[in-house]
């Protein structure tokens, strides 16, 4: 092993979270998750024009250092990749890596980052950085929770179908009752079904701005009916998908505190 | 077995969904599915006013067109109800058919989107046209859902009683509570046990639009106390509904596992 | 057994649930359950004045009648109270009866209903008579509902006592840090800790009105804080309950579905 | 065991809880709870300007009272702390006891409640009187909650941050659609991500306050779409937490029923 690969090797553990067993991040990858959140912080702040306009300097300096360093951890991952497991060649592993969902994510945003630096206008381009958060869960307990969802929404796909046509179904029939009896007296909110199901979703879901509402005494008869019977069913399918996460968390935990107590 | 029979049964196999052991759609199912899904669709898009001006032409050929789909699909069941199991003759079986549950609500479908383009007027039938999603309700995963939600409810019938009627005293408390407080202040809003109910319901399911609430500083207490104790328990029965639903889904995926692994 | 009394055992047959054991009703109690809930409806749509004033005549002489049935039924019930159980002499047992809970809501209700035919004014007796669903309790599933209700808190008193002081303690800590940013911009709604504790119950319950919301920066940081955080655990204490009865009902259902197979 | 260490022993099992053995107060810790209940209520209601106003002379008085008996029962503890088991001497186990978490909150609440008595002005001071809730975690029911509560958050850590980031992320997102969608019509609602933000966790904790909602069709839509998806998954770390409390509480149950029927 030559000192070449000994530095890829080396760059190659401290970047690829996967890479490692114990699960734990390494310092470069917690120096990444920090550039990232700040990066990410900084963005959303920047969206506040009184801000903004302040600190106009400071955030475009920051954006553009962000940008690189994001561009040179894509450049040093893409030559570390050659290190993955597997008899393919380096190119064929760099190739690999890189039509990977989570290096096309890098790499779009490496690319909306930078672009308003070189394209005047682009304005939208700023809100892509908002996707680097996707870079964060490939880490740690992020990348199991990721898989633990996937999973579960695989695995009950039959149950959020039916409950998600349920929820659709009560959703409908509750803007058809109030299109029906609101819609001569509150032509704006309730004049075709489409409207009225702005109101149903946000009753059904027991939001509830009260932007709309119903004023006539058939139409809150009706409300009440809707909300009563569609309350908790339309929750279901976010229910499912929340105990099956649950379930998948609880397996995870009793897994490894099993993992821990036998290494011991 | 004649030529003519042997259409019969294949039309018999493609039309009806329950004929299939396998669970699973046959193309002219899927392509009824799209129909019906489409045709309503454009039935709740046609209630905008806008859409309905500019598309009148367009909304009013496809209406016709589905409306003549939907009447030689029904023409089509009845002549392969014939095929039906059971020793009875063709008229009886095809009889029997058109007297179930589905087909009536076929059938009536059928019936009001063809009767707008024979007599004028009659707006309120274009409405039954939604009455169309129930045939989903034949095919696949929802047929099994519909029977597990029907028995989840016989079931439990005792339970939905109880804790319905709990809620409707919840409801009447809380109503009565606030009308003898805030009908003086709020005589539009809670000047009758009726009209507080409207309140009363609205909070209890945590909805709270915010068109009435109480000012007075004793109304506020009350509906205080009413939103803290009963919270949660307005939502026992439609809780009780998707946990047994939920339940049966559960058991069904089980067995349809089981199912499959055994059949590898 | 001379013929007074065999007529006396079959009034308090007819007239106690409790007597009976297959636990249904009897043709009298059903009567007396429907005037129970006719009575109540009339009482609930007579306070809209609309309604009260178009019908003057006829709820008045429903109210009498209803006030007259209710007088009757109660003085059978005390007349064929001596058939209860026990060695007591017939007076004791009936003042054994007089003395117990539904007894004394049943006098209590009589009472009020005829009152207002004596004396002119005193229209706060009319709620009164909504006490009357008090009586439906000792009926059939509801008179066990209602001890495992009872049971169930009981015997998680010391959660409920905990999880209510948690929930308490959450809506004064919210209701202080908004009295603390926002007092001085809403002094009307925000202006001292007992007003703050208004916005806190609503928000905390989720039914959120919007009567009263947090306008500054610092109250709206606080909120998303006091919601985020706050959200489920307010809520705990009737969960709790929720989870008890419910649990309580299913063992009824058990025990009464294995009670049937016996007995087939 | 002279008088004086008799003394002290007795001051000792009277005021520290975690003395007992039986779980149960003693008088003075009775006295004690009531106290505090009583001086957190008046700085509650104190905060009403005109109840301030009418009883300002009797409030002032109570207070300086609660001031002076909290400060007596802190300089009591102190001298009784000597009695804590261990081999230390008297003055390492007083001050041991003063470093504890609760000795600090209590001497930080004694200071703060006597200070406007000495110093004109300090009206922040008053609000540190209700820290004095805190001391009432020290007892009963409420330290072992306490330690459950805890337990429950060590435990399921992990579960809470992956959990908590997703709702952050839902908030991001949704926050950043509606920022997208709304920030032309309503700048100073939607204006930048951090207001639309405010949107996102009333919308998501489903509280509703209807004083930011989305006007046009695209952000209703947007809304809609994040209301849909995103309730129930926001409640889910509030969710495990109660989960786990109200496991910890149903052990701690089951536990003290068995040490009671031991102890029979």
């Known amino acids: 092993m030559n000192r070449h690969t000994t530095t890829r090797h080396r760059a190659y553990m401290e970047l690829f979270a996967s890479a490692r067993t114990d699960g734990k991040l390494s310092?470069?990858?917690?120096?990444?998750?920090g550039a990232i959140l700040i990066s990410v912080v900084l963005a959303v702040v920047g969206t506040e024009q009184q801000v903004s306009i302040d600190n106009q300097t400071v955030l475009r300096w920051a954006e553009f250092a962000f940008g690189l360093f994001f561009l040179v951890e894509y450049v040093v991952r893409l030559w570390a990749a050659a290190e993955r497991?597997?008899?393919?060649?380096?190119?064929?592993?760099?190739?690999?890596?890189?039509?990977?969902?989570?290096?096309?994510?890098?790499?779009?945003?490496?690319?909306?980052?930078?672009?308003?630096f070189l394209v005047t206008g682009a304005p939208i381009f700023r809100l892509v950085r908002l996707f680097r958060l996707a870079s964060l869960l490939r880490f740690g307990e992020f990348s199991f929770a990721l898989r633990a969802l996937q999973a579960a929404i695989?695995?009950?796909?039959?149950?959020?179908?039916?409950t998600g046509a349920?929820?659709?179904?009560?959703?409908?029939?509750?803007?058809?009752?109030?299109?029906?009896?609101?819609?001569?007296?509150?032509?704006e909110a309730f004049g075709s079904i489409p409207r009225a199901m702005w109101w149903s979703i946000i009753t059904l879901t027991t939001v509830g701005y009260g932007d709309?509402?119903?004023?006539?005494?058939?139409?809150?008869?009706?409300?009440?009916?809707?909300?009563?019977?569609?309350?908790?069913?339309?929750?279901?399918?976010?229910?499912?998908?929340?105990?099956?996460?649950?379930?998948?968390?609880?397996?995870?935990?009793?897994?490894r505190t099993a993992a821990t107590e036998n290494a011991e």
Not at 27 to 33: P, Q, S
Not at 98 to 108: E, H, Q, T, V
Not at 154 to 162: E, I, K, N
Not at 224 to 237: E, F, K, N, R
């Open 85 to 116: 497991p597997g008899d393919a060649s380096a190119t064929a592993k760099r190739f690999e890596w890189a039509r990977s969902f989570f290096a096309l994510i890098d790499l779009a945003v490496v690319v909306a980052s930078l672009v308003p």
């Open 212 to 255: 709309v509402s119903p004023v006539t005494t058939l139409g809150k008869i009706f409300a009440a009916i809707v909300a009563l019977s569609g309350i908790g069913l339309v929750a279901m399918p976010t229910g499912i998908i929340a105990a099956a996460f649950s379930d998948a968390m609880q397996d995870h935990r009793a897994r």
């Open 27 to 33: 310092l470069t990858n917690r120096i990444v998750v």
């Open 154 to 162: 695989v695995d009950r796909r039959y149950d959020l179908y039916v």
């Open 166 to 187: 349920l929820a659709g179904l009560l959703v409908l029939v509750g803007a058809t009752a109030l299109y029906w009896a609101e819609s001569a007296a509150q032509p």
